[in-house]
């Protein structure tokens, strides 16, 4: 058969295929997606490795297996419960993040730790054996059955894991990977998609446990086709504010477990260090006797986080004032500032205000709105709120303090820190764990929250 060319364009966002340039894609609504690319009307065969099929048996003829039996601990604690106990014989893990963030870092650390009872494969796309030895020094990884290899062709690829048959496999990263049987360049949607659905066969067929590492686009999402996402068992995603050495690893699919885990760590000159009390680290260095400081609990998965939030308000001579926020969104506290003008008659109106969450973490959660409302009100009044008071709620544009989720959770965490006091919505009061024993005082609008922190100073 003849094999004829022809160049498409393909939105390298989800794969869109057209045969002229367009500026917005018809199908995710993405401008500025389209790639020009050679397709060949007859492809050559596939060249895979394997293939993944099976005999058709009934659901009562296959033996149950105890899935905590063949899960695979790492030993990174904060690893392992974000997987639900370990990892799965033949899981096709993608972890994304920024660059930097410390993904290779991880991936190396996953090895060295299972390559003491385990065969793993190393392959790097970016690397050279010998910048890869650098890096495993400086993380402690020089013992253990863990091979290396710098290969970005996947039929080299399939060739060395016959060779080494690990038990683990890491590729790093799935951008530089390619097939040359396919003539799109390394990254393209065509490309990212090929190599990962033929890893995904390997994986499946071998049972190989394959750690996929993922670019981002300049948006912060994963690099190429959304349909990579949905080719993977789990997704796991870094995400960090600039100049701060903490790391949140969030779970955004899991196939063999729950996605509502993070793990949190520290990157250090010796690797990531898991964070096993992030609560104490991000309010251990709080002030005493400071205005516009609070102390106030979110939820990341199923874990409280004890934060601190801090708010500085100062008049200006401008005439527009300044608004800065770190670790919120910018519309949510405008909102609240705006119900405290209305319902507490606070002139802000030529007074600059700065709100931060402090340790770089960022969070949606309308649990902080009353924190954040009283940070900003002792800032401006100049009082201090005690600093063995906790407060959690949401704010509504009335001025009320609505019920927040996980109540027990976020009073367990503010007990077993020391706290005394928490101020609370009312209507949570029904669904309070009996066992804890920290004082609670309940309030139904920001007025009297406010009131009630003035009165216990």
Request: hydrophobic share 40%.
């Amino acid at each position: 058969m003849k094999i004829t060319e022809k160049n498409i364009f393909i939105c390298q966002e989800c794969g869109y295929e057209s045969t002229k340039w367009l500026g917005k894609c018809p199908d995710c609504g993405k401008w500025n997606s389209f790639v020009e690319e050679r397709k060949f009307s007859a492809p050559k065969a596939r060249t895979g490795m394997t293939n993944f099929s099976s005999q058709i048996r009934k659901i009562d003829e296959i033996l149950e297996t105890q899935t905590s039996n063949n899960r695979h601990k790492t030993t990174i604690n904060e690893f392992d419960n974000l997987l639900s106990g370990g990892i799965v014989e033949g899981q096709l893990i993608l972890i994304g993040g920024e660059p930097g963030i410390g993904k290779s870092t991880l991936l190396l650390q996953i090895a060295g730790n299972l390559s003491k009872k385990h065969t793993c494969l190393y392959i790097s796309g970016e690397e050279s054996l010998e910048q890869i030895k650098m890096r495993a020094q400086r993380l402690n990884i020089d013992k253990g059955s863990l091979f290396l290899a710098s290969e970005t062709l996947l039929s080299e690829i399939t060739s060395k894991i016959n060779k080494v048959k690990p038990k683990f496999l890491f590729i790093d990263s799935i951008q530089t990977m390619y097939r040359d049987d396919i003539a799109s360049a390394p990254g393209s949607v065509s490309q990212v998609r090929e190599t990962t659905s033929e890893l995904l066969s390997i994986s499946k067929s071998l049972s190989v446990a394959t750690f996929i590492c993922g670019h981002v686009t300049k948006e912060g999402a994963l690099a190429g086709p959304r349909l990579l996402e949905h080719i993977v068992d789990t997704v796991l995603y870094f995400s960090a504010e600039q100049h701060h050495s903490y790391r949140i690893l969030r779970c955004f699919k899991n196939r063999f477990g729950s996605t509502n885990e993070v793990g949190i760590f520290e990157m250090r000159e010796n690797g990531l260090m898991e964070v096993k009390n992030p609560s104490e680290i991000f309010i251990n260095e709080k002030p005493k006797n400071v205005s516009g400081s609070v102390i106030t609990c979110i939820i990341e998965g199923n874990r409280p986080i004890l934060l601190e939030v801090q708010a500085l308000v100062a008049s200006t001579p401008l005439p527009v004032p300044r608004r800065q926020f770190s670790g919120f969104e910018f519309n949510r506290i405008s909102i609240i500032i705006a119900v405290l003008e209305k319902r507490l008659g606070l002139r802000l109106l030529n007074q600059d205000i700065f709100v931060n969450l402090v340790g770089g973490i960022k969070t949606k959660e309308p649990t902080c709105d009353l924190a954040i409302a009283c940070a900003i009100t002792s800032a401006v009044s100049n009082f201090v709120i005690p600093t063995n008071t906790g407060i959690i709620g949401e704010v509504g544009l009335t001025g009320e303090v609505r019920a927040v989720t996980h109540i027990s959770q976020r009073l367990s965490e503010l007990e077993k820190l020391g706290f005394e006091k928490c101020i609370i919505p009312k209507n949570n009061m029904k669904g309070i764990d009996e066992k804890i024993k920290i004082k609670i005082i309940p309030v139904e609008s920001v007025f009297v929250a406010i009131n009630e922190i003035k009165n216990s100073v």
